[in-house]
């Protein structure tokens, strides 16, 4: 952790207990989607969005096995329950296009959950690029939730109460923000400034890509609060805390003193993932509206204080300028509700 500096708040964060999970069928004749639910924070969510009574539970994965397991799990404790498991990899863009076309066999998507993510790890290595060519981390945490979530506008705008969820993180509490001040004071990259320093390899560090991935997620949730109001679409970035799960799985680390220290750190921290998902599950119950941070299973505002100030600001409308043209070059039209 010595690149990065943790804020008391993380550890009151950590150290707070959590209320149980939601009761009762607060979902009744809702149609959620969930992204990433075959393990972690997902697999639990799933199962405890399960008991609030959903009609239909989508279940967006990688790996059709893990997510048809997990189904027939659920549906051998709720037989009433209708379900379905459709393929999703956030690291193909073309994936993100052909789900949103299957699932149009529901009429209305009611909640539509983004969890799916992925943490490089802390350890230097080369960046990774996807076929789409972004820094694979931005793409799966950012570009393709966004993506995904406004290709799916006409289904939730069919929902008399429709949700959108994006989990995020309290790791965008501690991001440096001078990354992306620096990227506005000497714009480049054909007027993509943030958009295009984040996938720069000169400029790539992977301690650092997850936490920086998470802050501008944050900025383009409570860029969306707006125009999401305006279709009756609430949006909530949910903090579901340190977790223990498998998100950096797939990072490649040489075992050290310094990883050691870091597990150490972690076991000593984090949450369980069963306890951590009540953050996804109250924030699918709150009746509130939107809420740019959500965080110990109520709404709370951001501890990064850059997010209200004059620079934070203006580089949250930025971004989100940045991000509608880019989801527009991918898909066309896609945006149309948002304007």
């Known amino acids: 952790m010595s690149t990065i500096q943790v804020p008391w708040s993380f550890y009151r964060e950590q150290w707070t207990p959590y209320p149980p999970a939601p009761k009762g069928d607060y979902l009744k004749d809702k149609t959620v989607v969930i992204t990433g639910a075959t393990?972690?924070?997902?697999?639990?969510?799933?199962?405890?969005?399960?008991?609030?009574?959903?009609?239909?539970?989508?279940?967006?994965?990688?790996?059709?096995?893990?997510?048809?397991?997990?189904?027939k799990e659920i549906q051998s404790t709720h037989p009433d329950l209708q379900g379905k498991v459709i393929y999703l990899d956030l690291a193909s863009l073309s994936s993100v296009k052909k789900f949103s076309e299957e699932i149009k066999v529901y009429d209305k998507i009611d909640l539509l959950i983004n969890n799916a993510g992925v943490n490089p790890g802390f350890e230097e290595a080369p960046?990774?690029?996807?076929?789409?060519?972004?820094e694979r981390t931005f793409q799966v945490n950012v570009l393709a939730p966004f993506l995904l979530t406004c290709l799916l506008l006409?289904?939730?705008?069919?929902?008399?109460?429709?949700?959108?969820?994006?989990?995020?993180?309290?790791?965008?509490?501690?991001?440096?923000?001078?990354?992306?001040?620096?990227a506005l004071a000497s714009p480049s990259h054909d007027g993509r400034a943030i958009i295009g320093t984040f996938n720069d390899k000169e400029k790539y560090v992977t301690a650092t890509v997850y936490i920086q991935s998470?802050?501008?997620?944050?900025?383009?949730?409570?860029?969306?609060?707006?125009?999401?109001?305006?279709?009756?679409i609430s949006v909530i970035n949910v903090n579901p805390g340190l977790t223990i799960t498998n998100l950096a799985s797939e990072a490649k680390t040489k075992m050290s003193l310094q990883l050691i220290s870091l597990i150490i750190w972690v076991l000593a921290n984090a949450r369980?993932?069963?306890?951590?998902?009540?953050?996804?599950?109250?924030?699918?119950a709150w009746k509130g509206g939107s809420q740019d941070y959500w965080s110990s299973c109520v709404p709370t505002p951001s501890e990064n204080t850059w997010l209200y100030s004059y620079k934070g600001i203006r580089a949250t409308e930025i971004f989100y300028k940045e991000m509608i043209q880019e989801v527009e070059k991918i898909s066309p039209g896609c945006t149309a509700d948002l304007k």
Request: charged residues 20%.
């Open 272 to 284: 369980r993932a069963k306890i951590a998902a009540r953050n996804i599950t109250s924030a699918s």
């Open 39 to 71: 393990s972690g924070i997902g697999l639990q969510a799933a199962k405890q969005l399960a008991d609030a009574s959903p009609s239909n539970l989508v279940l967006a994965v990688r790996n059709i096995t893990a997510g048809e397991k997990l189904l």
């Open 154 to 182: 006409p289904l939730l705008k069919r929902s008399s109460d429709p949700k959108v969820l994006f989990v995020g993180s309290d790791a965008h509490v501690f991001a440096k923000e001078d990354i992306i001040e620096g």
């Open 214 to 232: 998470k802050l501008l997620l944050q900025m383009l949730t409570r860029s969306l609060i707006k125009p999401l109001a305006s279709l009756n």
């Open 127 to 134: 960046m990774q690029i996807t076929d789409d060519g972004y």
